[in-house]
């Protein structure tokens, strides 16, 4: 009788292996920080997500709704699970069946708790979908995706699922992996963009001139992660460090403006690295903000700070801007340093007479593009500057 109980019980392990066969995955915890109790239930409640997803996307019906977020010319990268979840949202419509099986897949599901509150949790903490790379960045036919979580402890690395036949298994999704895989993320929720636009206006409050020198940042070119797979879409920053004359005692200061927020794609960061011409323009972004909206005469030199946000422990560089009153009057410079959080990806000085006379007239050893000179502040950042004249 003894024997028959053991055999059952190796038949029943077997049964529930079936489909998902866990796999001896070891994941090396150096460079993973300790979570707090909320991070925890978040990174568990993500890999819920990603086993639920991994198994409704192998209907051909859902995997033909992902097109939308894996061809090269989308329009978006990520669907949020509060929108997929909302059937009067326009983009719910869309996504019918991956809706639907969504749902059934977190009803059906084994996890411990109520499943139905994984659906109200994604949703109520701005979780969502997320394809970093297109799927013309593979093999021509490739469909299939690997999903994975965030893994909250770090950006880099973490355990993923896909299928191989009729059994989901685990295996280590990072840069490398999705160099060769396609992937789906399961992303916590982004620093809020909106404040960051909100917050974003120009320094400037010196009255304008005539005529008046608009500079925008017009294309974006980065050839840097600035992280592991799971940072996601960059978050560039691009400040301007100018001077501030003082009319009551004659003195210069540096004054750092309102940073300009650039959500620069994964996928153009991808193209950029590899040298690629065809895909994501050859990583070249289109952004187009005003990052000077009345560049005078008497501001003869200004300095540009470009970096990706992080929340990370400040930092601060020295820098230098100049200031001219008029042809008659001395040049009065200042020096002060510019904070930033994140990964630096350079800081440059520009002369205004400089900058003026090259911006569409480069000189030998300059790159072009849509015919404004290309500008740099280190060798894995550019960026064209249109300047335009309103009178």
């Not at 949020?80 to 996504?95: A, N, Q, R, T």
């Not at 320094?203 to 600035?226: E, F, L, N, R």
Request: a negative charge; aromatic letters at 10%.
């Amino acid at each position: 009788m003894k024997k028959i109980v053991c055999v059952m019980a190796v038949c029943l392990v077997l049964a529930s292996c079936e489909k998902y066969d866990s796999g001896p995955i070891t994941q090396d915890l150096t460079g993973r920080r300790a979570l707090t109790d909320s991070e925890t239930l978040l990174k568990i409640n993500l890999d819920k997500a990603a086993q639920i997803l991994a198994d409704v996307i192998q209907d051909d019906a859902v995997l033909n709704e992902l097109v939308a977020l894996s061809r090269e010319d989308r329009e978006f990268y990520n669907l949020p699970f509060k929108d997929l979840m909302d059937e009067s949202k326009s983009v719910s419509g869309s996504f019918r069946n991956l809706r639907t099986g969504f749902a059934n897949g977190c009803t059906s599901s084994e996890s411990k708790g109520n499943t139905s509150d994984l659906i109200n949790f994604l949703a109520k903490n701005d979780c969502y979908i997320y394809c970093p790379y297109p799927s013309s960045f593979y093999p021509k036919g490739t469909k299939s995706f690997t999903v994975a979580a965030h893994p909250i402890d770090n950006d880099v690395e973490n355990i993923g699922y896909r299928f191989e036949g009729r059994k989901m298994v685990q295996v280590r999704v990072n840069e490398e992996y999705a160099d060769k895989n396609m992937v789906l993320l399961v992303m916590p929720k982004d620093e809020d963009r909106e404040e960051m636009w909100k917050d974003y206006t120009d320094s400037q409050s010196d009255s304008k001139g005539d005529p008046v020198y608009v500079v925008k940042i017009g294309k974006v070119w980065c050839a840097d992660y600035c992280g592991g797979l799971f940072e996601g879409e960059l978050e560039l920053k691009v400040a301007r460090g100018y001077p501030e004359y003082n009319l009551s005692t004659g003195a210069v200061n540096g004054k750092m403006s309102t940073v300009i927020p650039v959500d620069y794609p994964r996928s153009y960061a991808k193209a950029a690295i590899n040298g690629w011409t065809v895909h994501s323009n050859g990583g070249w972004y289109s952004e187009y903000t005003n990052w000077d909206t009345n560049w005078r005469p008497e501001k003869i030199q200004q300095c540009i700070l470009v970096y990706e946000y992080d929340t990370v422990k400040e930092s601060s560089i020295s820098t230098s801007v100049g200031y001219k009153k008029d042809n008659l009057s001395p040049t009065l410079t200042a020096t002060f340093k510019m904070t930033y959080s994140g990964d630096f990806l350079g800081l440059s000085e520009w002369d205004r007479d400089w900058f003026m006379r090259t911006n569409s007239h480069p000189e030998p050893g300059d790159d072009v593009k849509d015919s404004w000179t290309v500008r740099k502040t280190c060798s894995k950042l550019k960026m064209t500057t249109p300047l335009s004249i309103i009178y």
